[in-house]
């Protein structure tokens, strides 16, 4: 299940987050297919004013963090540097695209693998490869 957390500034959310979250769907959707639109799970965090910080003060606008979690076997395919670089590139986009290009060059993506095993639902482990 593609997991992805987007930390902005509050302000910069307010208002967007539909818009946000359709994109960000959108954009795993073009990378995974259609399936992948009823599992992908979307989580915006709003950061206060003021408590976002660049170069040692509190930041009035700064491009957004993202965190990807995914499956470790997505990056143990034939071709996961290419599905690494379209995830990144379509979150990229998607974000860039709802709340403003001007942060683009400045918008953080990272892609965390979750290995087999590590993931817990319900309070049962899922996704236990036998040993």
């Known amino acids: 299940m593609p997991h992805l957390t987007v ?13 946000l979250i359709a994109a960000l769907t959108d954009a795993v959707v073009s990378v995974y297919g259609e399936w992948a639109r009823d599992i992908a799970v979307i989580h915006l965090d709003g950061v206060p004013p003021g ?7 509190p930041a ?10 995914v499956r470790e076997a997505a990056f143990t395919r034939p071709d ?23 942060l683009r060059d400045s918008i953080a993506v990272e892609l965390v693998a979750t290995p087999a ?3 817990g639902i319900g ?4 996704d236990r490869q036998a040993g």
């Open 7 to 19: 930390r902005a500034l509050e302000p910069q959310l307010q208002g967007n987050e539909t818009a």
């Open 123 to 126: 309070g049962v482990i899922v």
């Open 80 to 102: 996961s540097d290419e599905i690494a670089d379209r995830l990144v590139r379509t979150v990229t986009d998607a974000v860039a695209g709802v709340l403003g290009a001007h």
């Open 60 to 69: 009035d606008e700064a491009a957004p963090a993202i965190t990807f979690g």
């Open 117 to 119: 095993g590590r993931t």
């Open 51 to 57: 408590r976002w910080g660049l170069r040692g003060k």
